[in-house]
């Protein structure tokens, strides 16, 4: 990297420029005013980067205090000069993705060139479309709300209709005020991030993402299948050849977010969504990058130091347990303490944890699916912590409950010590267990699923619970005052996504959203 000044074109007066070596922007064009490389991804140069070399050279940025006034711009500043061009390098390298993808299926259908000029102009106009659609504007207007078919703690889900084209959608509104108040800023970001990097079929997809002045708009697919959290309230129990179909689908998309470098950490059945077919898709991805702060403090402390109940639970049978967790359960799924039953306890210590924890999350589940209830399910959520720390004692099978020994053994070996825990060598020491002998790994989201789903229409939600009306998206006083909320709103920048697919299907309905399609 190299530091000169030079006197400006217009004003006289002296400039800073730095030029980084090697910069795929090629700053001479992209950065006419400072000279300076700051996507993330090229030569590394940042705002604070600048601040430092004018110091060396003889400037004056540094020298200065500076005010938490200032530094909040400098910092907004930053994060928006970095943000425009990680998104022109994420576009560029997206198109270049598209058009390979595009190569290889016209290769593999086996085109002459005439089709596949035919073919490529037919892509060309759909990239130029994409970049003049990106352009506009989306917001709440271009959205139908339907009806309200999720409720939480910040927000809620509605199926909504984009009015221009009449697709389908599932539109996740969050508070802003609430994520300020509730310290949710990264949870939400979390979620947001890796739905715009995750693309395949294991993952719920996001075609948008906006705001406004007092809420966060997420657009994903909509998936009429409802989630496990409903099926499993519906069935006492699952057979082994349900489970078995339903653990081995849920082992693919966790291995598929771990693939792209995140962990999960909240795997549970209300986050495992069901398609128009039966097939599992995971979502709500807000504690990907790391346990959101109150999470990680406040909850597990009071967790320890909270008297205990009276234990009343352990006493009770298998059958009335299922009955008293199916009761709460739905209760909890909403609140914003939620649930720790399905929390490995590595996570509770937070003395450091990786992937997998995740697949602890998985081992209590299928415990779930086969047994009628989690194995540490309790009536407080500090006699769950209790048990889901001393699992050695408290994880146990119930005789009149009988399960094979092939699915008792995938469990403990889920519900384990982290460093003898199955998937602790790769995924594949997991799809290998006789518990998953019969499975078609390359081929099990082509078969029929274990349980149909009957869909009616491509607006179906009687897999859904039935919701009031709010008024989430009605002008209100916010819980923020409204000087201190504009002056945190920066901290919402660059939430804004639209993909390709979203907007370059316009006046057809994906086959996604046909019903009996996947």
């Known amino acids: 990297m190299t530091v000169s000044k030079t006197r400006h074109s217009r004003t006289g007066s002296l400039r800073q420029e730095l030029k980084g070596t090697g910069c795929r922007l090629k700053c001479n064009s992209f950065h006419w005013k400072m000279k300076v490389c700051i996507g993330p991804r090229a030569?590394?140069?940042?705002?604070?980067?600048?601040?430092?070399?004018?110091?060396?050279?003889?400037?004056?940025?540094?020298?200065?205090?500076?005010?938490?006034?200032?530094?909040?711009?400098?910092?907004v500043a930053k994060l928006t000069l970095e943000n425009f061009y990680s998104t022109l390098l994420t576009q560029h390298e997206e198109r270049e993705m598209r058009q390979k993808k595009l190569e290889k299926v016209m290769d593999e259908e086996g085109l002459i060139d005439e089709e596949k000029v035919m073919r490529r102009s037919q892509h060309a106009r759909k990239e130029t479309e994409f970049l003049r659609l990106k352009r506009t504007r989306l917001g709440l207007d271009d959205f139908e709300s339907l009806k309200v078919i999720g409720r939480g703690a910040f927000g809620e889900v509605r199926l909504v209709q984009k009015k221009d084209t009449g697709h389908i959608?599932?539109?996740?509104?969050?508070?802003?005020?609430?994520?300020?108040?509730?310290?949710?800023?990264?949870?939400?970001?979390?979620?947001?991030?890796?739905?715009?990097?995750?693309?395949?079929?294991?993952?719920?997809?996001?075609?948008?993402?906006?705001?406004?002045?007092?809420?966060?708009?997420?657009?994903?697919?909509?998936?009429?299948?409802?989630?496990?959290?409903?099926?499993?309230?519906?069935?006492?129990?699952?057979?082994?050849?349900?489970?078995?179909?339903?653990?081995?689908?849920?082992?693919?998309?966790?291995?598929?977010?771990?693939?792209?470098?995140?962990?999960?950490?909240?795997?549970?059945?209300?986050?495992?969504?069901?398609?128009?077919?039966?097939?599992?898709?995971?979502?709500?991805?807000?504690?990907c990058t790391g346990l959101k702060k109150a999470h990680r403090t406040e909850f597990y402390r009071n967790l320890t130091h909270n008297p205990p109940s009276d234990f009343s639970f352990q006493n009770m049978n298998s059958k009335r347990k299922a009955e008293t967790w199916k009761k709460n359960r739905r209760q909890l799924a909403y609140s914003t303490v939620g649930t720790p039953d399905y929390i490995a306890p590595e996570v509770f210590l937070q003395t450091g944890y990786n992937k997998l924890c995740d697949w602890w999350s998985l081992g209590v589940?299928?415990?779930?699916?086969?047994?009628?209830?989690?194995?540490?399910?309790?009536?407080?959520?500090?006699?769950?912590?209790?048990?889901?720390?001393?699992?050695?004692?408290?994880?146990?099978?119930?005789?009149?409950?009988?399960?094979?020994?092939?699915?008792?053994?995938?469990?403990?070996?889920?519900?384990?010590?982290?460093?003898?825990r199955v998937g602790a060598v790769s995924v594949e020491e997991i799809k290998s267990h006789a518990f998953f002998e019969p499975v078609d790994w390359e081929h099990i989201r082509e078969r029929p699923a274990a349980i149909s789903i009957e869909i009616k229409s491509i607006d179906d939600t009687s897999n859904f619970d039935e919701f009031p009306e709010s008024d989430i998206l009605q002008p209100g006083v916010a819980n923020v005052s409204e000087p201190d909320f504009k002056s945190k709103d920066w901290v919402f920048l660059n939430y804004t996504y639209k993909r390709f697919e979203g907007l370059t299907q316009r006046g057809t309905i994906p086959t996604y959203m046909k019903a009996g399609k996947a």
């Open 365 to 420: 589940i299928m415990y779930e699916m086969l047994i009628g209830y989690p194995p540490f399910c309790s009536e407080t959520p500090q006699e769950t912590y209790r048990k889901v720390m001393n699992w050695k004692e408290t994880l146990i099978f119930p005789p009149e409950v009988p399960i094979s020994e092939r699915a008792k053994d995938l469990i403990l070996r889920f519900c384990n010590d982290a460093e003898n």
């Open 169 to 287: 959608y599932a539109m996740k509104i969050l508070r802003k005020a609430d994520m300020l108040e509730k310290e949710q800023v990264a949870h939400i970001r979390a979620e947001r991030d890796i739905l715009v990097e995750a693309d395949g079929a294991w993952v719920v997809k996001m075609f948008y993402s906006f705001q406004d002045k007092r809420n966060l708009y997420l657009i994903m697919e909509f998936l009429p299948g409802g989630d496990m959290m409903t099926l499993l309230m519906k069935k006492d129990t699952l057979s082994e050849e349900a489970t078995q179909f339903y653990i081995a689908e849920t082992v693919l998309a966790i291995d598929s977010i771990h693939q792209l470098g995140f962990i999960h950490r909240d795997i549970k059945p209300d986050n495992l969504l069901l398609d128009s077919r039966g097939h599992v898709k995971l979502s709500d991805f807000g504690l």
């Open 43 to 75: 030569c590394g140069i940042t705002v604070f980067s600048l601040q430092d070399s004018m110091a060396m050279t003889g400037g004056t940025a540094a020298a200065l205090p500076m005010s938490n006034h200032t530094r909040e711009r400098v910092t």
